[in-house]
């Protein structure tokens, strides 16, 4: 059986894996990592896979169509997000449109489906199934009952048999039906190496972290977040608030065909919600690492709680980077959107890091419950003081399925229901959320002064000079990224 995974063309380097899909002013380009490992799943099992990812390589519409008829699938498997829905169900209706074999489906998968299964469906008829939530063996269900029956050819008799399969929303005599939910993977250990995915199916140049050294390869160490950050869309809507791990032998293995594998290869990105949420593994994983003499740099997504002895561990391991979500400089807001972090913790923690040479990606954001124009100045303050390596300021984004949402939506914030809307025109975030006193152009001017404000600094920018000079591999993602910033600010005459 021939099955394609799409992540599907829409505006230029759209990612649409991260966070918050948008074209990023940094550049930063996310590997379709959920799609990969869904690829891994079904060629394990036997079937053959096609991974396309059209961002990346620049493909449009015309090209996916001459693959989807060259190739004949069977099932075409796309991946979505909130700002690109529209265009993603209409890829997927002129997709069903050119399949040879008139019962073929075309499945929808991502956050955004998962949280709004039966919106998406009754957008179009064409769109037969959404998988909703980690799909990996959700979707091996749908082919195995599809190959093993033949019911390729025999659609009615197929949704019949969806009945059986977790985790998914169809279609049936306009009908919308709603399984019950997936139990998230336990063994992590039984999926293939995503790495082995991207080494058969993309190009790793292709990808880019502004965060990280160039070129780098992003895999993951476990799944879930137990935090209860209202914002953060993949635990509520995708993978969950329970962490499940990959053994540690299973990751440093990894880590060791990377490295053999990809060349040149200047880092390792772990994409895991938080990699320190465990101390003592986290620890057990640098051990492994260093006792194998794995000399690689890493870069990892972390809180801003992590000891000392921790960090220092880590950075023998090779860890050169932690992306790390301070968010806001005011106590209140952190507490109204459950951060679960004191203002002093942040403190001690660059304190620590900086101890440790493992060097800070921060990201704040405004306009959460509480927001004013007095708390964003305390944020950007806040910001200056900790003085991360680099820094990302966002205005709240809200996507459908967060806790988030729903408080923009009760409170009459959301300032449209057109997902489109959640990007500019050239691609950009544009947030959605306005309140009396503080709208959401005042969001946005408000992030793009402080961008400027935090880069532009003397201070700052000697940091930089000096350490372009000392570190060579370093000047070469700070120039990269300083470049695309750059012409953000002239675009924009900010």
Known sequence: MNIILLNPPFLGKFSREQRSPAITKSGTFYYPMWLAYATGVLEQSGFNVKLVDAPATGMGLEDILKIVAEFNPELVVIDTSTPSIYNDIKIGELIKCKMQNAKS???????????????????????????????????????????????????????????????????????????????????????????????????????????SQYPVVVIIGGRGCAYQCNYCVYPQTFSGRKV???????????????????????????????????????????????SRGLKIRWSANSRADVDIDTLKLMHKAGCRLLCVGFESGDQGILDNMHKGIKLDMAHQFMRNAKKARILIHGCFMVGNPGETQETMLKTLAFAK??????????????????????????????????????????????????RPGLSKEDLVRFCDYARSKFYIRPRYLVRKVIQIVLNPMEGKRILKSAHSFTKYLMKNNI
């Not at 990959?246 to 060791?256: A, G, P, Q, T």
């Open 105 to 211: 489906q075309i499945v929808l998968v991502g956050p955004h489906v998962s949280a709004t299964a039966e919106e998406t469906l009754r957008m179009s008829d064409k769109i037969d199934i959404v998988c909703r939530g980690e799909y990996e063996y959700t979707l091996l269900e749908i082919i195995r009952f599809a190959q093993n029956d033949k019911l390729i050819a025999h659609n009615d008799r197929l949704k019949d048999g969806l009945k059986g399969i977790r985790g998914i929303s169809y279609r049936r005599d306009g009908e919308i039906f709603h399984n019950s939910d997936r139990p998230f993977i336990q063994d992590l250990d039984s999926l293939p190496f995503v790495s082995k995915v991207y080494k058969n199916h993309l190009d790793y140049t292709h990808y880019f972290y502004a965060h």
């Open 385 to 434: 003081l900790l003085n991360p390596d680099t820094a990302q300021f966002f205005p709240i984004m809200v996507y459908p399925g967060t806790e988030a949402y729903e408080w923009a939506k009760a409170s009459g914030y959301l300032t449209t229901n057109h997902y489109r809307d959640w990007l500019t025109e050239e691609g950009l975030h544009n947030c959605v959320v306005s």
């Open 244 to 290: 499940r791990y990959r053994s540690i032998k299973n990751i440093v293995d990894e880590l060791e065909y990377i490295v053999h594998t990809f060349k040149p290869l200047r880092e390792i990105m772990f994409e895991d919600d938080t990699l320190t949420l465990n101390r003592p593994r986290c620890k057990e994983l640098c051990e492994e690492i260093i």
